[in-house]
């Protein structure tokens, strides 16, 4: 176990935590500034850091705000008068574990940092966890047999060129296996277009994907690219294709079939050579029995079919998913990262998350937003 060290410039104070803290049988070591703290971190670093806010030689917020830089995991307890709490705040603010008011009850102190040094060890092993769990598909992460099927056929599908049709659940994750496809595949080094049938409307799908000549319609004042021509020799991600209307389907089938498409208003023919990977989270096989998807259109885009599971099929994959995006939810808001206690991650585990891993993240922004606590 590493130690705990000691920062005050007041030797009654250290004196009264090395002997609590001999008693408890916690290794300890203690310094009078905080620049000897800094050298001494060069060097190594301890299980907790306890320091005083005003110290003649050194002030405690800024010893804080170095520890936070080079070591931004560590939990960092500053101890201050009653009287100025006020820098207690900006120091809780800044990333201190917790702050303990002097005069204090030594017991409680102790309580305190054993908490530090689990949160420590919380820490050190969730980082473990995250740097053994993150794979070199773009963020995709998961122990779950479920998810292993899907990094096993991403890797088979390495150096092919197949159309992939990935179903699954609003939220599972599907552009980002769209995107790990693309990465990993021959045309790694072309362009990877996406285009949401979903969020266009439907006058505009047809210009969107195939693009128009100038004058083709009313506002149509220059020539424009569609997706396919965006994304010749690269990938092009149909996203939600099951809500693609049905008279677009006939024209999506043609440049499917034979690589040919037309702009809107135009008389040539353009060719692109686009590899189409596709995603729905309808069944797309019932919308061909209700009549509202073509069948010939899905044999085309199901050549491999790959399905995301549901975040409730891989809920052993709940708390190292939580840490990544506490932790990313954190680095885009630029505040201090907030820990998930054990009682919490043990709770969100058995939650059903119908919004699946979209979900997931958008209750770690809110509690990174919203608690107060740097320990949930």
């Known amino acids: 176990m590493k130690p705990v060290w000691i920062v005050d410039d007041d030797q009654s104070i250290r004196w009264v935590l090395e002997k609590a803290l001999t008693r408890e049988n916690i290794p300890h070591k203690s310094f009078s500034n905080p620049n000897d703290v800094l050298d001494a971190l060069e060097k190594e670093a301890p299980q907790v850091l306890i320091s005083d806010i005003r110290m003649p030689r050194g002030n405690g917020l800024d010893l804080l705000q170095n520890v936070k830089e080079s070591h931004p995991m560590l939990p960092v307890i ?3 008068a009653y009287s100025d709490l006020d820098s207690a705040v900006s120091s809780f603010q800044g990333g201190a574990f917790e702050y303990l008011t002097k005069p204090f009850d030594i017991d409680k102190a102790v309580e305190l940092i054993r908490r530090a040094m689990e949160q420590s ?6 980082n473990k966890e995250m740097n053994g769990w993150r794979q070199d598909s773009t963020e995709i992460i998961g122990q779950a047999p479920a998810m292993q099927e899907v990094f096993r056929a991403i890797g088979r599908l390495a150096q092919s060129h197949s159309t992939v049709l990935i179903t699954g659940e609003s939220g599972t994750g599907k552009e980002l296996v769209a995107q790990a496809l693309h990465k990993h595949s021959p045309r790694a080094k072309g362009p990877l277009i996406a285009f949401s049938t979903a969020a266009v409307p439907k006058d505009l799908l047809e210009s969107e994907l195939f693009g128009h000549e100038r004058g083709a319609f009313p506002g149509a004042l220059t020539l424009r690219r569609g997706r396919f021509e965006q994304a010749d020799g690269g990938t092009l991600f149909l996203d939600e294709i099951g809500d693609i209307p ?3 389907q006939t024209r999506l089938l043609r440049a499917l079939t034979d690589g040919h498409f037309y702009r809107v208003g135009g008389q040539d023919p353009i060719k692109a050579n686009v590899r189409i ?3 729905t989270h309808q069944n797309l096989e019932a919308r061909v029995a209700a009549g509202a998807f073509r069948e010939d259109l899905l044999h085309r885009l199901n050549v491999i079919r790959l399905r995301m599971p549901a975040l409730r099929e891989r809920a052993e994959d709940i708390p ?3 840490r990544h995006f506490m932790l ?3 680095k885009s808001l630029g505040v201090e990262v907030k820990k998930l206690s054990d009682d919490v991650l ?3 585990s058995v939650m059903p998350f119908p919004g699946n891993v979209r979900q997931l993240e958008n209750l770690c922004h809110w509690l990174t937003v919203m608690t107060p606590s740097n320990v949930i």
């Open 328 to 330: 990313s939810c954190a």
């Open 346 to 348: 043990k709770e969100i």
């Open 320 to 322: 190292v998913l939580a």
């Open 277 to 279: 990977i596709a995603s």
């Open 246 to 248: 049905f008279d677009l």
């Open 121 to 126: 060890e919380r820490n050190q092993s969730g």
């Open 78 to 80: 500053i101890m201050t």
